[in-house]
């Protein structure tokens, strides 16, 4: 894996931030090599490398654990 890897996970909610995409919504389908499969909101399936795309879940996930007093 490439040395801009980070945490993602099949049905990851995430925004393309480069590209004719970008901007567009969209959830993480597979992780095939060194790229993200990603359905955008309109069902169209679309690759995109790790660091072009902000990761609203991994955001949640990393909030979460950092959060103090959580049960």
Do not use: C
């Amino acid at each position: 894996m490439s040395s801009t890897y980070v945490d993602h996970h099949v049905g990851d909610k995430v925004r393309l931030r480069t590209g004719g995409s970008k901007g567009l919504r969209g959830t993480i389908l597979a992780l095939p090599g060194d790229k993200l499969q990603v359905q955008l909101e309109d069902g169209k399936k679309i690759q995109a490398a790790s660091q072009d795309v902000t990761n609203f879940s991994l955001a949640a996930r990393k909030a979460w654990q950092t959060m103090k007093g959580r049960a």
